[in-house]
T-cell receptor
Framework: SAVISQKPSRDICQRGTSLTIQCQVDSQVTMMFWYRQQPGQSLTLIATANQGSEATYESGFVIDKFPISRPNLTFSTLTVSNMSPEDSSIYLCSVEKETEAFFGQGTRLTVV | AQTVTQSQPEMSVQEAETVTLSCTYDTSESNYYLFWYKQPPSRQMILVIRQEAYKQQNATENRFSVNFQKAAKSFSLKISDSQLGDTAMYFC??????????????FGKGTRLSVIA
């Protein structure tokens, strides 16, 4: 199994600012996934983060808006840049072990 | 690309009764996993049950069981003896078996289940 500590759990931010979300895993993993969950919606994959290489972004998500760091095999950050109210969502990180996905507690972001 | 469809946005059930949540999916893959995840108001995603596509036997976990129909690409979740703590958003999810590394989940839109006392 895997335990993921994600922070902050929630934040209220001014438009135009940036927020960095952190995920710490209790074991080494090759890939980490970042998802966005808009209000009342499902989870949509933002990007896949591999240690030692640039993240791979899904259609509709770009590095300038959602830069990701993956400095080692247990840690990753996602930054939401130049925020607008449309970025208000829950952001979740996830890892997989033996074909089971484990999730952080999620970050509820509200942009005002 | 894979798609997952949950056609029931909301459902309710009386405590102690049985409820079935529907899920269909579309894929050209032959090897994959299907999941049901529960997301209570705490936002934490919790694995409810998992099914390997190559297994014909339906998975069960205590009060939770699935009806996996591979030819029909259907994967429904049955919750027996519903409890108030089962109130949550339920997501059906698909994972294809990777050649190497990991592959992300593809989620359905979710079904909001309310258990009524």
């Amino acid at each position: 199994s895997a335990v993921i500590s994600q922070k902050p759990s929630r934040d209220i931010c001014q438009r135009g600012t940036s927020l960095t979300i952190q995920c710490q895993v209790d074991s080494q993993v090759t890939m980490m996934f970042w998802y966005r969950q808009q209000p009342g919606q499902s989870l949509t994959l933002i990007a896949t983060a591999n240690q030692g290489s640039e993240a791979t972004y899904e259609s509709g998500f770009v590095i300038d808006k959602f830069p990701i760091s993956r400095p080692n095999l247990t840690f990753s950050t996602l930054t939401v840049s130049n925020m607008s109210p449309e970025d208000s969502s829950i952001y979740l990180c996830s890892v997989e072990k033996e074909t089971e996905a484990f999730f952080g507690q999620g970050t509820r972001l509200t942009v005002v | 690309a894979q798609t997952v469809t949950q056609s029931q946005p909301e459902m309710s059930v009386q405590e102690a009764e049985t409820v079935t949540l529907s899920c269909t999916y579309d894929t050209s893959e032959s090897n994959y996993y299907l999941f049901w995840y529960k997301q209570p108001p705490s936002r934490q995603m919790i694995l409810v049950i998992r099914q390997e596509a190559y297994k014909q036997q339906n998975a069960t976990e205590n009060r939770f069981s699935v009806n996996f129909q591979k030819a029909a690409k259907s994967f429904s979740l049955k919750i027996s003896d519903s409890q108030l703590g089962d109130t949550a958003m339920y997501f059906c999810a698909f994972m294809k078996l990777p050649n190497s590394g990991n592959t992300p989940l593809v989620f359905g839109k979710g079904t909001r289940l309310s258990v009524i006392a």
